[in-house]
């Protein structure tokens, strides 16, 4: 048992790191337009391709869709928007803060191809931008 639990601890511990060089190396490899050098979170971004479909799920809890603006450059598949903290939060004592505040800025890579109708939802927290295949 005690196997195990070194097991999935050091599991767990390779994971975190592979996540950290990720976000390293795209704050690095970041592009040099206006938007990018603006201090800003990025949210985590699923991207899933069925037969007719690509779609982006992007993990932005609390955050209503009309506040977030999404975008094809090229390639690329541009969200930004703002997660504002709410007004009663202001004056509370914050025991905990794990949820990033302000301004967040994605870019990611689309798979090759056209897209042809673009729709939205919100779905258990997540965006999901759907980019029908022309």
Known sequence: MA???ARDWMW?????MLARAERMRR???????NEARLPAWEPPVD?????????????LPG???DNVQAAIEGSDLVIAGTR??????????????????GRFYRR?????????DVR???VAGCLVITLQKA
């Not at 767990?12 to 975190?16: L, R, T």
């Not at 504002?84 to 505040?101: C, Y």
């Not at 890579?109 to 042809?116: E, F, K, V």
């Open 47 to 59: 991207i899933l391709e069925t037969e007719r479909d690509v779609l982006a799920l992007v993990a």
């Open 84 to 101: 504002a903290v709410p007004a009663e939060w202001r004056t509370a004592v914050i025991h905990r803060l794990e949820l990033p505040q």
């Open 12 to 16: 767990s511990e390779a994971c975190e």
């Open 63 to 65: 955050v209503e869709p």
């Open 3 to 5: 196997r195990d639990v």
């Open 27 to 33: 704050e690095l490899f970041r592009p040099a337009g």
């Open 120 to 122: 939205r939802a919100v």
């Open 108 to 116: 990611v890579r689309l798979p090759a191809g056209r897209y042809s």
